[in-house]
């Protein structure tokens, strides 16, 4: 890696106490996150359903942080304008999911916002190689998409590793090192966190190790209280940048 650029750390609220949600939002920013993070699931493109942008408009008056939409959705075109309208400032489509991809990359960032493409963990590289130049984040995918809470998949490292070097191979660069952002999602707590560092991420997306306590048996225990999360966001970015955190 040749160039650091700025870590950040989106806070994604699928683990998050819905009940509470302005005030675990509002934690997570006082403890320094950078974003918040959307996970918009359809019961079709994966086996779940949340949240649209009825949610992401409240959000949007909670908080002064962008919010980051990572839609698991088929067909995530019909729905572009609709969370841009509600304040997304970062939309990210899966190229599974997406029949005229770079249709919709020009879609997302003709609305003036920024516009990604995400892999699930067994979706090759390759399939990004022609779309590379025109986004401005890839979110690779460190779980197979659908929950939070699930295991960090340890081969998603290298993967990191060679779309990072993709992007130099593709002379992709800008003023901080690549001309886009390598965000990944799912298992990241403060074990993983340097590890996907080292290994070219800079955005890192967090739900169970920010808005959950870890070791509670029941659901209502589970939840991190304001000063948890906050606690908790600021322990995740020094482990990003490797610095030893007390223990949790
Ligand atoms: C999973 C979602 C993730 C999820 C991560 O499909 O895309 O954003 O919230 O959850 P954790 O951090 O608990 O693995
Ligand atoms: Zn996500």
Redesign the pocket.
């Known amino acids: 890696m040749d160039v650091i650029q700025e870590i950040k750390i989106?806070a994604?609220?699928?683990?998050a106490d819905l009940c509470r949600l302005g005030e675990q939002v509002a934690a997570a920013e006082a403890g320094g996150a950078d974003y918040i993070?959307f996970?918009v699931?359809d019961g079709c493109f994966?086996p779940?359903l949340t949240i649209g942008p009825l949610v992401v408009e409240a959000v949007r008056r909670a908080t002064s942080l962008p919010i980051d939409v990572?839609l698991?959705i088929e067909a995530p075109e019909r729905y572009v304008q609709d969370f841009v309208q509600a304040g997304a400032g970062n939309l990210t489509v899966h190229v599974e999911a997406c029949a005229h991809l770079h249709r919709t990359i020009e879609q997302i960032k003709e609305l003036g916002i920024r516009a990604g493409v995400t892999l699930n963990p067994a979706t090759s590289l390759v399939t990004l190689e022609e779309i590379l130049p025109y986004v401005d984040m890839v979110l690779v995918?460190?779980?197979?998409?659908?929950?939070?809470?699930?295991s960090?998949i340890e081969s998603m490292c290298a993967k990191v590793e060679r779309l990072r070097a993709m992007g130099q191979e593709q002379h992709l660069a800008g003023p901080n090192g690549l001309a886009f952002d390598i965000e990944v999602?799912?298992?990241?707590?403060v074990h993983t966190a340097e590890r996907v560092v080292r290994a070219g991420a800079n955005v890192l997306?967090?739900?169970?190790?920010?808005?959950?306590r870890s070791g509670h048996g029941s659901a209502a225990d589970a939840f991190a209280s304001a000063g948890e999360i906050a606690d908790a966001t600021r322990r995740l970015r020094q482990a990003a940048l490797g610095q030893k955190t007390p223990a949790c």
């Open positions: 989106a994604s609220i699928l683990a993070h996970d699931m994966v779940n990572h698991m995918m460190t779980v197979n998409p659908g929950f939070g809470g699930q960090f999602d799912g298992g990241i707590n997306v967090a739900g169970s190790a920010i808005f959950r």
